[in-house]
């Protein structure tokens, strides 16, 4: 039996904007704690700690409504929007590293970045898992896992041996535009997305738990 390997177009792009939007994100992730104890006032270890549990907190705390919500719209525009708004507002984050000076200003940024990687997320999965091939979902979903782990594992290197060189700020600014590519790409879709933009968040918290 013939196996068709490539994706269609927009799996494909999803998965094109997640290696160049983690890419952007392998370059710092590994040395982050470095970047805080160097670059900021009065960081520490604990500050790290902080950092890292108020970025996770926020994600994880809004996921889920975020979904909820998404999903209470038929329209798969509102998950798009999601999505590219998201990335978008990850993407500014490491902008916003080059000018931080105090712990304080790194845990506003983290929750900032909590919030944009929520609605992105949240928009990511709901869009692939409908366009999703059928009969290769386990292949699709593994193409884009192992496609994140080897550019991540490239640029952790390339991150790394670039801080040792040129110091934060080049990398940080490479973050950053890789990010915001990741967020490009996903204009090639925007004629592929089903459904139309509901401008109004009309709905209430009674609609989106009422039982079918």
């Not at 392998?26 to 549990?53: D, H, S, Y």
């Not at 990511?124 to 290769?136: E, L, N, V």
């Not at 193409?143 to 550019?151: C, H, K, M």
């Not at 790409?185 to 925007?190: F, S």
Request: aromatic share 16%; charged share 15%; net charge positive.
């Amino acid at each position: 039996m013939k196996i068709k390997f490539l994706p269609n177009k927009v799996i494909k792009f999803l998965i094109l904007s997640d290696m160049a939007f983690w890419f952007g994100w392998g370059l710092i992730n590994p040395i982050f704690a470095v970047f805080v104890l160097e670059r900021i006032k009065g960081g520490n270890v604990f500050t790290v700690g902080i950092a890292v549990a108020i970025y996770s907190f926020t994600a994880a705390l809004l996921r889920l409504p975020i979904g909820i919500i998404l999903d209470s719209f038929p329209s798969e525009k509102d998950d798009y929007f999601a999505l590219v708004a998201g990335l978008f507002i990850a993407s500014l984050i490491p902008f916003g590293y080059i000018f931080i000076e105090i712990p304080l200003h790194l845990y506003i940024l983290q929750a900032i970045l909590g919030i944009g990687m929520a609605m992105a997320l949240s928009g990511w999965t709901a869009i692939f898992t409908r366009h999703i091939d059928k009969g290769k979902e386990a292949t699709e979903w593994s193409l884009d896992a192992t496609s994140i782990g080897l550019v991540t594992a490239t640029s952790s290197f390339i991150g790394g041996w670039t801080v040792s060189k040129f110091g934060f700020i080049p990398v940080l600014i490479w973050v950053g535009v890789f990010g915001l590519t990741g967020a490009l790409l996903l204009l090639g879709l925007k004629n592929e997305i089903k459904g139309v933009f509901n401008h109004g968040l009309y709905f209430s918290l009674k609609d989106i738990f009422k039982k079918e």
